[in-house]
């Protein structure tokens, strides 16, 4: 499979942080885990249970469009989750490292989405401990959510499968990408 950077973005639980480790351990590419970009301060205010601002987010999509760009550059694959709820945000962390189309974005990007009811992602959240994203934003999450549409090109897994399910749904969708 030639070498791309997947953004894996969706609501906080549906797993992103999962799918992108397996698929890093299957292609030996890089991961990058995106709540990791955040700010203390970002982090602290969701582990309080508010919701970001546009304002807040953005310095944090800087840091992560920056790494893309930087894999691109390097020439190597990567993964970068991201929950990139809003087109806005999808276009701030894609708009400049645009390569040429395939699906609208470019041909060395792909947008994977993990797609899960918000009940399904409820249940993962209530079992998962030591994150610090409140359970109670996630009904804010799903509201505020922007689903990639075509011309965004999104390769969309069920993301209420296993995880090793999941994964197989996934590489498989790269590879029939390239």
């Known amino acids: 499979m030639r070498p791309v950077v997947v953004l894996i973005m969706g609501v906080s639980g549906v797993g992103k942080t999962t799918l992108a480790e397996c698929l890093a351990a299957a292609l030996g590419w890089p991961f990058q885990e995106g709540d990791a970009l955040h700010s203390p301060e970002n982090v602290a205010k969701m582990a309080a249970g508010i919701a970001l601002s546009d304002e807040d987010r953005a310095p944090w999509l800087d840091r992560i469009g920056a790494w893309i760009a930087a894999r691109l550059a390097a020439g190597g694959g990567g993964i970068v989750t991201c929950s990139a709820l809003k087109r806005a945000y999808r276009d701030r962390l894609l708009g400049p490292v645009l390569l040429g189309p395939i699906g609208g974005r470019g041909a060395d990007v792909a947008l994977i989405y993990p797609r899960a009811s918000e009940a ?6 209530a079992a998962r401990r030591g994150h610090f994203m409140s359970p109670a934003l996630l009904a804010s999450q799903f509201a505020t959510l922007e689903p ?3 011309a965004e090109g999104p390769l969309v897994v069920d993301a209420a499968q296993t995880p090793a399910v999941m994964c197989a749904e996934a590489l498989a969708l790269l590879a029939a990408r390239a």
Do not use: K, N, S, T
């Open 148 to 150: 990639p549409d075509a």
């Open 120 to 125: 399904v992602v409820a249940a993962r959240l």
